[in-house]
């Protein structure tokens, strides 16, 4: 199976991505989803996806 990739998609240069750092980011397409319970803070509960900056999806849309 081939990449069926556009070229030069990326979530680094999508609108929606946030990085964390130099080769990591938030994706902010959506709001937070429910991560677990584990911590005792409720805020901690709700996370936005953690992404590759090579990483791509469906929603990508262009930074300007
Ligand atoms: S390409 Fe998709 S997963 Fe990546 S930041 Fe954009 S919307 Fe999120």
Known sequence: MT????????????????ATDHSLGTCHRYPPAFAGEQSPREEHRW?????????WCGEFALRE
């Open 3 to 18: 990449d069926q990739r556009p070229e030069n998609i990326a979530c680094r240069q999508c609108h929606y991505f946030m």
């Open 47 to 55: 996370r936005f996806p953690l992404v590759s900056g090579l990483s």
